[in-house]
C-alpha cells in the first residue's frame, strides 16, 4: 500500500512538535563528562532531509553539539565499507546486548564477540579494525573523510570535549583491554580507544546527522551532495543495527513508541532512518535515565506518528 505525504504536511508537523516540546524541561545534562554539564539545557533544534535533498530546519539546528554515540553509526558504516558485511559479523556481531552502553558485564557474557559495533564495545572494536592498522593519523583521517561524506560536510572536533572525554574514560579504558584479553580487539588498544574517543568528541550538527541519516534511508546515496557514498547492500545492514541497539536497553519501547530505527547520543542528538523517505535528527542536551534527549525523543515520536509514519505497518510512503 502506498501512501502520499506532501512537503508542506512534514514541515507543518515538524513546526507543531517544535513548538510542543521546546519548552519542555524534563530530563538532565549528562553530568559524567564536565564539558557536557555546561551545555546549555534549552537548546533544541530538528532537522529533517528528504530524498530530494530539501532540507527542513527549526530551532538550534545549526548548533553543532557533541556527537558521542552517534557517530558509532558513522563509524560501523566505514569497517562495512573496509570489510564487508559478513566480516563485520564475524569480527563484531550484530547482537543487541540488553544492557547499558558502557556495560562491561556483557563483554564478560559474550566473549566470543562484542555483539554490536553500536554499544562501547564494539566501537572501540570497530576503531580498531579501521584501515590503514597500525597507523593512527591516517585511521583518524579515514574516520574523518567517511564523516564528511555522509553529512555532506566535515565535522569539527571538540578539543575541550575530547580532554574531558580522555581524562574521565576509565570504564572505557577497562573495556579496551577487555577486548585485548580475548582476541577482540584489532590493533593497539590504547589507539583504538583514542580514535574512538575522538570521534565521540567531534561537534556535529542536527542539520549534518538528518543529511548522514538520510544517505542511510537512500541507500548509501547522499540527497545532499548527490555521491554515492557506500554500496546501497550495507543500508540495510547498518539501518538493522540501528533498530536493533540504537536506544540500548531502551530501544523496544522506542520502536514500539516512534517506528522508526534511530540512534542516541549523550550530547543530546538523535539521528533517525525512515528508509525510503528521509533522515531525521533533533537536538537537546536533557537526557532521561539512559541517557537519551528528553526533547529529540518527543519531538521524532510526535512527528512519525503525526504522519503515520511507521516501519512495521507496510506503507509505501511517497513524498512529493
Known sequence: MERTITTQQIKDVAQ??????????????????PYLA????????????LMSGEIIQLGDSQYRFGIESVSKVLTAILVLRQYGAPKVLEMIGADATGLPFNSIMAILLENDHPSTPLVNAGAISANSMVQPVGNSDAKWKAIVDNMTELCGSTPQLIDELYQSESATNFNNRSIAWLLKNYNRIYDDPDMSLDLYTRQCSMGITAEQLSICG?????????PNTGKQVFDKSLSPKITSMIATVGFYQHTGDWLYTSGIPAKTGVGGGVMGVM????????????????GNSVKAQLAIQYIMNKLGMNVFNGHRIHVQ
Do not use: Q, R, W
Not at 555546561?38 to 532531509?49: E, Q, T
Not at 528508509?275 to 539512559?290: R, T
Open 16 to 33: 507543531e512538535a517544535y513548538h510542543l516540546y521546546k519548552d519542555n524541561t524534563d530530563g538532565k545534562n549528562a553530568d559524567y563528562i
Open 38 to 49: 555546561n551545555i546549555d539545557p534549552k537548546l533544541f533544534g530538528i532537522s529533517i532531509c
Open 214 to 222: 538520510a544517505t542511510i534511508a537512500n541507500e548509501g546515496l547522499n
Open 275 to 290: 528508509p525510503g523517505v528521509m533522515g531525521i535528527a533533533a537536538f537537546a542536551p536533557p537526557l532521561d535515565d539512559a
